[in-house]
């Protein structure tokens, strides 16, 4: 079947604004959007330019907004968009060419929150050992690919640059529940500010743009709880 996609483009060393241009390619049904970009990127117009790298939804480089929602190019089928698609950048970020936004200040972001194992004693035997169930307790936390889309669907990202955003929240969730991670009290004390958690006003929109179905908001929602209640 031929579907058109509707591509905001814009090259800020010749545009003045955005403008959307419409192609049309053929393709199956089970196709992805992924794969109607690469079409016409390698046979219609090879100035398009969009991030992709793993094309499975593991590296999380091709985020994008697609009929207005925060998709992964790579997994969403053409069977589940109509025969009109409109694709443009994630929002609340600076572009830089067409699809590419400056992902500068999402990793300031993740990098603040200290995403690692904070852990300066030595393990009692050669390794950390963890129970399944304190395993568990952040399981759904580890699935995120650092795509973007939750913290790009958040209204108060879009108002707010110094918010930090539900990304590094739910990385920071990944360290903070870890049984055997000693840095929880640093990064809910980073979480604690202006720029924090509290910033969250529990609109979903990052839950309901996770790619990974990872519980966003809710994992907000355990952070806020571990301040509230918790010594830090
Ligand atoms: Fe992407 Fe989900 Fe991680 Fe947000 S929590 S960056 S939407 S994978
Ligand atoms: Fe890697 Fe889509 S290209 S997640």
Redesign the pocket.
Known sequence: MDVTLRIKRYNPDEDVKPVFKEYVVAVEPTDRV?DALNEIKWQQDGTLTYR???????????AMRINGRNR????ILMQELGKKITIEPLLGYKVIKDLVVDMDAFFAAYKSIKPYLIADDAPSSGERLQSPVDRERFDDTTKC?L?AACTTACPITWTNEHFVGPAAIVNAHRFIFDSRDQGAGERLRILNTQSGVWRCRTVFNCTEACPRDIEVTKAIEEVKRALLYEQV
């Not at 992709?52 to 091709?62: N, P």
Request: charged share 15%.
């Open positions: 992924l992709r790298s793993c094309a499975h939804g593991i590296c999380g480089s091709d992964l190019a790579c997994k690919i795509c």
